[in-house]
């Protein structure tokens, strides 16, 4: 993090507007995605099974199948990164080994889709959802 967060609490952070929307999106992922795997390790661990990849290895994996996808679709996926995200940290009690890798689990295509709807169903009532880049600001790219 920038040092200008060093001593801040977590409210004035979470309420910087200069955190873009898109930047909370891929901090979520990321926190997501080094969840999942740092699980993936603990349960192999002890085991003969060869340890999973590096979280990098998984994000990179991940990502190259998102690639080329609709800046709705990234907005969708990030908009259900975020929610997701709060639910599971943002209580501030929350600890990483009562999250479970179903509870963490990135959003299905099913849920994408669902969240397109929703925001195509807002954009015919006037409200921007299209397929065009929104410059840069898509949650996730």
Known sequence: MNSRYTDIDPKTIAD??????????????LRLVIHLNQLEHERVKGTRNPAPPHFWTAVEEDLARRVGKRAIYKYAFGSLI???????????ATLAKDITADRAALPTNEEITAKIAQLNGRANEGEAADDKSDGGDDPMV
């Open 82 to 92: 975020i929610v997701k995200d709060r639910a599971l940290w943002g209580n501030n």
């Open 16 to 29: 910087d507007k200069d955190i873009t929307y898109a930047a909370r999106a891929r901090l979520a992922y």
